[in-house]
């Protein structure tokens, strides 16, 4: 009988949020009025935190159904939870009884076992509307939460795991989508990288989960300039990472500045933090492999201390897994040609990020591979051949003469010419970065001890103004 009743009440509840004026036009004798005015069905008024004042119940479990077992705070809906063993139910289904499926996965039982608090469940209209436009038939409710590529359909107002309300979009890409959430337990702003539901990107996800759980745990005396991870779980069949939330981008704030640069003293400390990074990554034999202006975000608004973000392609020095690798206009020549690689193809990318923050353009504005090659030898030099040809995709931009391809004039666009407003310190520091061998090029170590921002004040991190 419980069973039944909490399910009447469910979609009684729902057809009042969504029919005109928020309360449902039927004058079933089943419901009452509530003290705030709303109707109720009778015996759930202790149920209904939202409709009472705010206080906190105890709901028992009913083994034939997840229920609440915990308490619940005002401003909570209860009504069912969505689960995978939920197939073939169609919104019509719900008016009756339903039943779990008795075979429910370990896995699943072990999620609603841990999941026992509940802090928010979302705006009920959003999700009833939602489910009424996808047309529920053969699929189960939880399949009906992903689109068509796997990622999680999320809206403004729907709730994660029962305890963190969606509130925004901040970045969608191939591994998935990250939003900014309130985290109701705490009342904090987080946000929440969930994973597409796809096999590749659930491996990778895997892999990028493994990094982060080692830099929690190995990197929190010198993890300073790492973005922090929260927590991580599963919900609907998604693997969800919670982070601290940011500010805007380093690309976003060279934007603020109408690509004209930053002041040298702001990136200098900007540098030197990426570096301290860079060297705590690197000390635990971990590269970055994406190191970009997206991939540094601020702290706070228009202030100087930033943060790594995005492990979602780094790996272990052991285990390499991907061969190509890193943003076009920030991508080393080792990756271009297919030669092995380390640690020294983040400090490549650094070296164009520290061009970049300087004079406000992209050092190697390039729109493909061969371009990107061309635009590094008038800029760096012919590479040694030798080099070249390591690469198991020499063949493209080396002819079997063991001549160079590309028609351009090596040195062309210098170093010496992009940074000629800066002085000799700023350009040694770029150009050890930019070697076209790795082992030339500096490490995190040595690129801290160089003259150029051996003597800045990262603690001056926090007092600078980029804008």
């Not at 309360?23 to 109720?40: A, F």
């Not at 409709?51 to 083994?63: A, D, I, V």
């Not at 971990?286 to 702290?299: G, P, R, S, T």
């Not at 690129?447 to 926090?462: F, G, K």
Request: glycine share 4%.
């Amino acid at each position: 009988m419980l069973k039944s009743n909490t399910l009447k009440f469910m979609i009684h509840k729902l057809q009042a949020d969504i029919s005109p004026g928020g309360q449902s036009n039927t004058s079933d004798s089943s419901t009452s009025s509530s003290k705030c005015g709303k109707i109720v069905p009778k015996g759930f008024k202790n149920a209904v935190a939202r409709y009472l004042p705010p206080s906190e119940q105890t709901f028992l479990r009913n083994s034939d159904e997840i229920e609440v077992e915990s308490k619940v705070k005002n401003q909570a809906y209860i009504y069912k939870k969505l689960s995978k063993s939920w197939t073939n139910k169609t919104i019509e289904g719900l008016n009756s009884s339903v039943n779990l499926s008795k075979n429910s996965s370990e896995e699943s039982k072990k999620t609603l076992e841990n999941n026992n608090e509940i802090y928010f469940t979302g705006k009920v209209t959003a999700m009833v509307e939602d489910l009424c436009s996808r047309k529920l038939t053969e699929n189960s409710l939880v399949e009906n939460y992903d689109d068509e590529k796997g990622y999680f359909k999320g809206f403004c107002g729907d709730h994660i795991a029962f305890r963190y309300e969606i509130l925004e979009t901040l970045g969608k890409g191939t591994f998935g989508e990250v939003f900014k959430c309130l985290d109701h337990k705490i009342n904090k702003c987080v946000a929440i990288k969930i994973i597409r539901n796809i096999p590749s990107q659930c491996k990778l996800a895997q892999e990028e989960l493994e990094i982060l759980q080692e830099l929690s745990k190995n990197a929190k005396e010198n993890g300073e300039f790492i973005v922090q991870m929260i927590d991580h779980f599963e919900f609907c069949g998604h693997l969800c990472i919670t982070f601290e939330l940011l500010n805007m981008s380093l690309l976003q704030a060279l934007e603020k500045n109408r690509y004209q640069g930053l002041p040298i003293k702001s990136v200098k400390i900007i540098i030197k933090q990426l570096l301290t990074a860079l060297k705590t990554i690197h000390s635990l034999h971990i590269i970055h492999c994406d190191l970009k202006l997206n991939n540094v975000l601020l702290k706070e608004k228009n202030k100087g201390r930033i943060k790594l973000i995005d492990f979602g392609s780094a790996c272990k020095e052991s285990k390499k897994v991907q061969e190509y690798l890193q943003n076009l206009y920030y991508r080393a020549p080792e990756i271009v040609l297919d030669i092995d690689y380390g640690k020294s193809i983040d400090i490549w990318s650094l070296g164009c990020i520290t061009a970049e923050l300087l004079t406000g353009q992209i050092l190697f504005f390039a729109k493909n591979e061969q371009e990107l090659f061309k635009m590094i030898v008038e800029t760096c030099g012919l590479p040694d051949r030798n080099f070249v040809r390591k690469g198991r995709r020499n063949h493209i931009f080396m002819d079997r003469q063991g001549k160079l391809k590309v028609k351009t004039v090596p040195n062309s666009k210098s170093l010496n010419t992009v940074l000629q407003d800066f002085d000799n310190d700023t350009k040694s520091f770029v150009e050890a970065c930019l070697k076209w061998q790795p082992e030339q090029r500096m490490t995190a170590d040595q690129a801290l001890a160089h003259p150029w921002i051996s003597n800045v004040d990262i603690d001056e991190c926090d007092s600078i103004v980029l804008f």
